[in-house]
């Protein structure tokens, strides 16, 4: 079945560590997302692509990263600069403006 | 500019009774609309999504929206409530043709027994 795969499921990052979060999709979509989701908070946007080798910088792309080298593929590198990374983070897919299909997130806690 | 507002953080309702979860956005251009459900630590998944045609739109697992283009709303409505309805909810916005989807802030579903 056809969908988005998040890796992995629970992350734990140490002070001053980069960590980089895996999101795979076999839906031949071209658009995909990074969202990070606090308690109680709704979705922020972090950066997005809409096509291979381009990306654009969301509402809080402060302290990541992101690379598109394949369709399939959209990492988040979560780099040091984060001063306060722990959060639930989804990432997303879609084509032709028919929605979102989400993957089922990565919890990230500094420890 | 494309915007979602969702009145009520939080929702409590008893088991059996009605869901209404209210939703209006604006849009410059006819919008496509969306509502998702986020169940804990898990990925949302779209319940139902209106692009063009008929205005009440059915979902999964009992719920429905209606498109009034006149107020603005998309609002979200199940008959009778289940406890396995207390979840957060989502509605969201994208123009027509467009990709990136504007969300609201949620609303939290909780249902008493």
């Known amino acids: 079945d056809g969908g988005i795969t998040q890796s992995p499921k629970y992350l734990f990052r140490k002070e001053g560590q980069n960590v980089t979060l895996s999101c795979e999709q076999n839906?031949?979509?071209?658009?995909m997302y990074w969202y990070r989701q606090d308690p109680g908070q709704g979705l922020r946007l972090i950066y997005y692509?809409?096509?291979?080798?381009?990306?654009q910088k969301g509402d809080i792309a402060e302290g990541y990263s992101v690379s598109r080298e394949k369709k399939e593929s959209f990492p988040l590198t979560v780099t040091s600069a984060q001063k306060n990374p722990t959060a639930f983070y989804l990432c997303?897919?879609?084509?032709?403006?028919?929605?979102?299909?989400f993957g089922s997130g990565t919890r990230l806690t500094v420890v | 500019a494309q915007s979602v507002t969702q009145l009520g953080s939080h929702v409590s309702v008893s088991e059996g009774a009605l869901v209404l979860l209210r939703c209006n956005y604006s849009?410059?251009?006819?919008?496509?609309l969306f509502w998702y459900v986020q169940y804990p630590n898990q990925g949302l998944q779209l319940l139902l999504k209106?692009?063009?045609?008929?205005?009440l739109v059915k979902g999964i697992n009992g719920f429905e929206a209606e498109f009034k283009k006149s107020e603005t709303s998309f609002h979200l409505t199940k008959p009778s409530a289940h406890m396995s309805d207390a979840a957060e909810y989502f509605c969201?916005?994208?123009?027509?043709?467009?990709?990136?989807?504007?969300f609201g802030t949620g609303t939290r579903l909780t249902v008493i027994p």
């Open positions: 997303a897919s879609t084509s032709e403006g028919y929605g979102y299909t």
């Open positions: 839906l031949n979509h071209d658009a």
């Open positions: 692509s809409q096509i291979v080798n381009d990306f």
């Open positions: 849009s410059s251009v006819p919008p496509y």
């Open positions: 209106y692009t063009t045609g008929a205005t």
């Open positions: 969201a916005v994208t123009p027509t043709g467009a990709n990136n989807l504007f």
